[in-house]
């Protein structure tokens, strides 16, 4: 039965007494406001779906269709607008043996899943509140796990045979503390666990897959420890923003011509691998308030395309590595943010053909005593000195 968006229908039977319904699909039916009593097992029903109703409270007996095991149900889709409870035991999905689409949301479970079906394709349980999941041998079929804000602590040791898993989304997952071994894994595109406040360690594997695009890892302030090299050429999203605690950023093994923009800010890493200049297309590198940053590699002058090089209250960072028109070529570098980085040699500006495009310079807050000639800063536009209290002495500005 298919009454997708019959959105003036007023009246409809409150009670089903066939068996032989296939599907029960009642998207955006605006006005249903409770779900059909069920007088009996629906031995043949494959799907439910009440996305957009206005039901505010699960069935007596819809824990009948979900649990009594039928072999026929392909997909079950719950998304209420209100939290509801769905009273299951946690064998109810054992017996569901081509259940392809699992969606709740909104829904609040009475007891773990102990059991899902290895057939499954896409999960989608947010929210969802207990510290495991369990799979059987393996979900050889799945291909999306999305999973934000649960509570999840760890992926379950049947959680392996993953050839066709392609996005794995655990955001917001406060206890979640490790990424295990994904190396079975490896078609996976996209990996999600920003936001993951106790996670420690993204296992050695993830660095490995060769598919992966986008790695977000967004203010996880407890992760230590990743990958020591990445593999993949197709990244587009490669984000440790806020990681407090991560030291080391991994090497670079292929080209990536994807990424533009590199945030690292917030980090306690002490240097950047050489193979950071295998980002080759990179515009904008952020590595503000990192605080252990005492230099940057050479390489850097090798990404020609980088615009604007953010260093803002890198505390330890002392100068620039040597540069070296004939190795290195041009470096179009534009915006340039030293500020409260407690620089005390400004020497670096005065070397010839470092900087020959930069328009924006930010000095603030530094305790260098002199600045030497910038006449070589021909672009140069935009020059700050607040809060240079040592500063005694400008030698020369521009030239123009």
């Known amino acids: 039965m298919d009454l997708r968006y019959c959105n003036k229908l007023k009246i409809f039977p409150s009670k089903l007494e066939s068996k032989s319904f296939r599907t029960l699909n009642f998207r955006c039916y605006l006005r249903l406001q409770s779900f059909p009593i069920i007088a009996s097992e629906m031995e043949y029903l494959t799907s ?32 209420l607008p209100e939290p509801r409870t769905l009273y299951l035991n946690a064998t109810s999905f054992k017996n569901m043996k081509r259940l392809r689409v699992l969606i ?42 999305h999973m934000p804000y649960s509570h999840i602590h760890q992926l379950d040791k049947g959680f392996k045979n993953l050839e066709r898993l392609k ?25 999600y666990v920003h936001y993951c406040t106790s ?58 011509g ?33 605080k252990k940053v005492v230099h940057i590699p050479s390489t850097i002058y090798n990404l020609v395309f980088l615009d604007v090089l953010d260093l803002n209250a890198c505390t ?15 470096f179009e570098l534009r915006r340039l943010n030293l500020q409260n980085c407690y620089i005390s040699n400004a020497d670096f500006l005065g070397t010839p053909f470092s900087f020959p495009l930069l328009e924006w310079l930010d000095l603030s807050g530094n305790k260098f005593v002199s600045l030497p000639s910038i006449s070589k800063l021909s672009k140069l536009s935009d020059l700050s000195l607040a809060n240079c209290r040592q500063l005694q002495e400008i030698l020369e500005l521009l030239g123009r």
């Open 48 to 79: 439910i779906d009440i996305i957009g109703t206005a039901i505010k409270e699960l069935p007596s007996k819809l824990e009948l269709l979900v649990g009594m095991g039928t072999n026929s149900i392909e997909g079950i889709v719950l998304k």
């Open 104 to 145: 709740f949301a909104n829904v609040v479970l009475s007891g773990t899943i102990e059991y899902l079906p290895n057939e499954l394709r896409l999960i989608e349980l947010l929210g969802y509140q207990f510290p495991t999941l369990s799979f059987n041998s393996g979900p050889k079929q799945l291909a999306l796990l």
């Open 167 to 191: 996005v794995l989304n655990l955001s917001h997952s406060k206890f979640l503390r490790k990424i295990p071994d994904l190396s079975t894994g490896p078609n996976l595109e996209s990996l």
């Open 199 to 256: 996670l420690v360690e993204i296992h050695e594997s993830v660095g490995f897959l060769t598919k992966l695009a986008t790695l977000d890892a967004r203010c996880c302030s407890n992760l230590r420890i990743v990958p020591s090299i990445l593999v993949s050429k197709y990244f587009t999203t490669l984000d440790f923003t806020g990681c407090s605690q991560l030291q080391m950023f991994p090497d670079i093994v292929e080209k990536i």
């Open 258 to 290: 994807f990424i533009t923009s590199l945030d690292l800010s917030g980090t306690t890493i002490k240097e950047l691998p050489s193979s950071i200049d295998h980002i080759f297309a990179l515009r904008e590198l952020c590595l503000s308030d990192c």
């Open 316 to 330: 330890s960072f002392s100068m620039f590595p040597n540069y070296d028109q004939e190795i290195h070529g041009a």
